[in-house]
């Protein structure tokens, strides 16, 4: 290169190299702490519940965004009832910070609804990702094609209208029973059939064996843009970006609002050091670019909330579930 372009290229070459050593160095302290508390054992990450559903796509997605801090990570699954087979299984590895799992407002609800021995004061909270909210959705070719037209066969025959969703006691069934509740209806004779996980629902719908389904937006939203779903209306108090011509219940008549919630979870008795470790890691994750990008394509919100803060959220949330619940006739 001629000694006159040198000055045209150096301060370009700088603030590469500059960008560089940022891009390198800012996961250091996460990295550092991930290889402390895991000491070169691998991160393993339970999805309670079938593939397919929200808690395996949230662990698949940490198992990417985590990829640059600790290298490879094993996702696996336990399904059935609720995330309280794979809550019973995950809380006898008591003081093994290499193990999490992935939880919300689902198992929350399951745990009241089964009576399960065991909750999530069981485990050692780490921290809240995200939120997802609800979508009622239909088949392309059902004759229901608005929430008013749900409404009204909700009015008319309650009992016959089935709705296909997760487990008993989820947010899909909680989202049902308020629906019902709205509608001046017994909540404890809304039609709902539950599933072990997300996949398992879409089936019974697309199948003709239920009326509408409830999901989360994530779960469905490839059905919905594919068209092989019409979506009636969504559970946030706005309407959802990935599904911006879809209507809130609100708009639709039906006064309900409600937000499921995804976190991760140790098992019980590790030490403070390595329950500060791991939050550091998990902060660190929601921070990265593969993480972000998650975010946008599954049309999740970011909640990030570590910490006391975290562990306050969920004795708050199994409280008001617990009201819930009893409100609508399903504790």
């Not at 929200?54 to 600790?70: P, Y």
């Not at 470790?277 to 998650?294: G, Q």
Request: net charge positive; glycine share 10%.
């Amino acid at each position: 290169m001629p000694r006159a372009n040198y000055g045209k290229w150096l301060p370009l070459a700088v603030a590469l190299l500059a960008t560089a050593l940022i891009v390198i160095t800012a996961p250091a302290p996460a990295r550092s702490a991930a290889q402390q508390v895991l000491d070169g054992r691998q991160l393993r990450i339970m999805a309670p519940a079938a593939p397919g559903g929200g808690w395996d796509q949230t662990a698949r997605e940490m198992q990417s965004a985590l990829r640059e801090l600790v290298g490879r990570t094993e996702v696996y699954n336990v399904e059935g009832a609720g995330g309280t087979i794979g809550l019973s299984q995950f809380v006898r590895r008591t003081g093994e910070p290499t193990e999490l799992m992935v939880t919300g407002l689902i198992m929350v609800g399951a745990i009241q609804r089964n009576h399960a021995p065991n909750t999530l004061a069981d485990t050692t909270p780490l921290l809240r990702l995200t939120t997802d909210y609800q979508v009622i959705v239909v088949t392309a070719n059902s004759p229901v094609r608005s929430m008013n037209d749900l409404v009204t066969a909700m009015r008319t025959n309650l009992p016959g209208v089935s709705i296909s969703g997760g487990s008993a006691g989820g947010a899909e069934q909680i989202l049902a029973g308020l629906i019902a509740q709205a509608l001046r209806a017994d909540p404890s004779k809304v039609n709902y059939i539950a599933h072990s996980g997300g996949g398992e629902a879409l089936t019974t719908l697309l199948s003709g064996r239920s009326t509408a389904g409830i999901s989360g937006v994530s779960e469905l939203l490839p059905q919905i843009q594919a068209g092989t779903l019409r979506a009636l209306a969504v559970s946030s108090p706005a309407r959802v970006p990935a599904l911006p011509d879809v209507p809130t219940l609100r708009e639709g008549g039906v006064d309900v609002e409600l937000q499921n919630w995804r976190g991760v979870v140790a098992p019980p008795g590790i030490s403070p050091q390595q329950r500060e470790s791991l939050e550091k890691l998990l902060v660190a994750m929601t921070r990265t670019p593969a993480w972000r990008d998650a975010l946008a394509r599954r049309g999740w919100g970011e909640a990030t909330l570590a910490g006391p803060d975290f562990t306050r959220f969920v004795t708050d949330e199994q409280n008001r579930v617990t009201q819930v619940l009893a409100s609508i006739g399903l504790r």
